[in-house]
Each structure stands twice: as structure tokens, then as C-alpha cells.
């Protein structure tokens, strides 16, 4: 029987597969399945596979609230791309944004804006300025420091992405932003007009005809259900969550 070592695992199919599981519903049943074939790289002895599923499992467990095992994640994401001599490609760039994301996510704000500049710093020597992948980067950089307090900051970064989003017609991740922004200056200086416009823009991005009614929406309405309910957006909030339970249960 020949040895495992020196096989690569089928990073594409991995992921088609995970994606048929979240766009279905099956959440839990994504962490077995990326677990699994984590397994398999390190036993192959594929470093870039593996640095891949840690990369897939620190978003997994982020949006499953799974603390430990997210910035155990990170961790083991961050050794590999030092292992590697990675740290100064697009591709590490990427999983700086991700791991920063979970740490943030798991109250590590300064450790994740420390990441957030690493991935901003790759991106500028490597991506153009226009490229969609900064929207994500503002985003996130925004966030942090919103929960910071730096609040001009913050709003400062939301637009920038925005305006990125906008060009790229990223219609849902468009409308996330624009409720972030609405959260922003409810905390910020309650601003009712800016709030109120914010909300409208994000409420007209999920009823764009072009945009898809798919696995995506679903999990985006069901991502910001929470925010339109705290800015006082009741019926807003339970028609996305209507929404989102109708596309999960036809999958």
C-alpha cells in the first residue's frame, strides 16, 4: 500500500462541498468536513492545503461562536504562513484579514487591528487600489474601530468600502455596510437623519431585483436581522428573517 505522504488534497472540491453544506443550512456539519480533511493534509504532509483548512475552519468557528477553537485556529494559521516564508504574499494578506476578523469577533481588538495593518500593508505593495478585496479590509478595519471608540475613523473606513463596493455592484455586501454605518452613528452621536438614510439604503441593496435569492442572501439576511432589530427596524428585521428561513428550507 503506497504512503500518503507528498498526496495534495482537492482544495476546490473540499470547498464545493462546504459550500453545498452552509448554503443548505448544515452549519455543524461544516466544521466535520473541513476537520476531516485537515487530517488528511497533515497526514499528506501538504502545508499549503492545510494552511487553506485552517483558514476555512477560523471563519467557520467564528460564525459558530466556537472561541477557543477559532483563535487556536489563528494561531495555527499564523505559524504555517511563518513556517512557510508567506507573510509578504496576497494570499497571507488574505488570511491576515480572516484570522483578524475572529480575533475581533472574539473581543482581541488590538491584536486584530495589528493584523488588519499586516494585510492592509501586503495588499498596497501587491493588489491594485480599486481591487474589491480592500472593501472587506475597510470593513473590518472600521469595525475595530468602532468598538475602539475611534468613531471618525471608523466612518472614514465604511465610506471607503462602500464607495469600492458600489463600483464593483457587490449589492449585498453593500447593503451590510450601509447598516454598519447606521450602527455607527446610532453609537456614535444618534443621528437620527444619517441612521435613517442608512437603513433605507441597506433595505433597498436586499431588494434589488438582480441579486440573487440564494445561500448568500440567506445567511446575510440572517447576519443582519440583530442590527435592524437594535436600531428600532422591527418589520425590516422579520421579513429578512422570513426570508432567509424560506430559502434554507427549499435547499
Known sequence: MSSPVGKKIS???VIAVSDEL???GKSSLVGEHLRSWLQKAQEYGDKSGELSLWNELMGHYRMSGERSKGIDAVRKGIALIE??????SVSAGTIFLNAATVLHA???FDEAFLLYGKCRQVYEKHIAPDDGRFAGLYNNMA????????YKE??????EALTLLKEKNNVLDSAVTCLNLAQL???WNEDEEMISVMVACAWDYFNTPECRRDGYYAHTCTKCVSGFEALGFEEMASE???RAKEIYERS
Open 11 to 13: 482544495l476546490p472540491e
Open 22 to 24: 452552509f448554503n443548505a
Open 83 to 88: 513556517e512557510l516564508h508567506l507573510e509578504q
Open 106 to 108: 472574539f473581543g482581541e
Open 143 to 150: 469595525a475595530v474601530l468602532t468598538d475602539k471608540g475611534a
Open 154 to 159: 471608523a466612518e472614514k473606513c465604511y465610506l
Open 185 to 187: 452613528y446610532k453609537r
Open 240 to 242: 429578512l428573517a422570513s
